[in-house]
């Protein structure tokens, strides 16, 4: 049983900073790829970062220079550093998991999901 769950989110202003940190319960947390994804209203979901089991990156063009994927010090924790943070950033930010060792960018690819933690970017 894999259970996701986030933290970190809030408001801020345009040009702030925010650290959205995910705790992720798996036996073996080297076993999975790791995503952030978000969505806003009316809009599908889509990949803001993701790292591979090798720890290898992927990043949205929208984030690239901005947002810093990781995987926390502690002990089975992703983390996503934004910073420059622009008002179409809003939305509700999802942390996600899969078996994969390919961390793809479409959410239909992953199977495990967190409920989702709010950032509002004004």
């Known amino acids: 049983h894999v259970q996701l769950v986030e933290s970190g989110g809030g408001s801020v202003q345009a040009g702030g900073s925010l650290r959205l940190s995910c705790a992720a319960s798996?036996?073996?947390?080297?076993?999975?790829?790791m995503g952030w994804f978000r969505q806003a209203p009316g809009k599908e979901r889509e990949g803001v970062a993701t790292?591979?089991?090798?720890?290898?990156?992927n990043y949205a063009d929208s984030v690239k220079g901005r947002f810093t994927i990781s995987k926390g010090n502690a002990k089975n924790t992703l983390n996503l550093q934004m910073n420059s943070l622009k008002p179409e950033d809003t939305a509700l930010y999802y942390c996600?998991?899969?078996?994969?060792?390919?961390?793809?960018?479409?959410?239909?690819?992953?199977?495990?999901w967190g409920q989702g933690t709010q950032v509002t970017v004004s």
């Open positions: 798996v036996y073996t947390y080297s076993s999975y790829s």
């Open positions: 790292i591979d089991r090798d720890g290898s990156r």
């Open positions: 996600a998991a899969d078996l994969a060792y390919r961390a793809s960018m479409r959410a239909e690819d992953f199977g495990y």
